[in-house]
Nanobody
Framework: QVQLVESGGGWVQAGGSLRLSCAAS??????MAWYRQHPGKQRELVAA???????KYADSVKGRFTISRDDAKNMVYLQMNSLKPEDTAVYYC??????????WGQGTQVTVSS
């Protein structure tokens, strides 16, 4: 069974940093991404990175968050700096395998207090 397991969430004060990690039990991943979901809202893309290393970010996190991946370990990371209370959400790891199959992690809570 394919698994994406997130770690690194938690509580931090505004202005602080957290690093999320996601371990995939599969290889041959095309795009890896992080999404987040605020209470009562739809899941939204935070950042994505392709197998060629091309990254894109939501406007709300540009300059503060950095996505990276380690294909040797089938890992994707999200370094989050200068965190704001509005970054509080459940963060989900996402992977699109080369044949187009999409996988999701269970989510990890990030809470930023003001």
């Amino acid at each position: 069974q394919v698994q994406l397991v997130e770690s690194g969430g938690g509580w931090v004060q505004a202005g602080g940093s957290l690093r999320l990690s996601c371990a995939a039990s599969i290889s041959d991943i095309d795009t890896m991404a992080w999404y987040r979901q605020h209470p009562g809202k739809q899941r939204e893309l935070v950042a994505a990175i392709t197998s060629l290393g091309s990254a894109k970010y939501a406007d709300s996190v540009k300059g503060r968050f950095t996505i990276s991946r380690d294909d040797a370990k089938n890992m994707v990371y999200l370094q989050m700096n200068s965190l704001k209370p509005e970054d509080t959400a459940v963060y989900y790891c996402n992977a699109i395998e080369v044949h187009g199959i999409v996988y999701w992690g269970q989510g990890t809570q990030v809470t930023v207090s003001s």
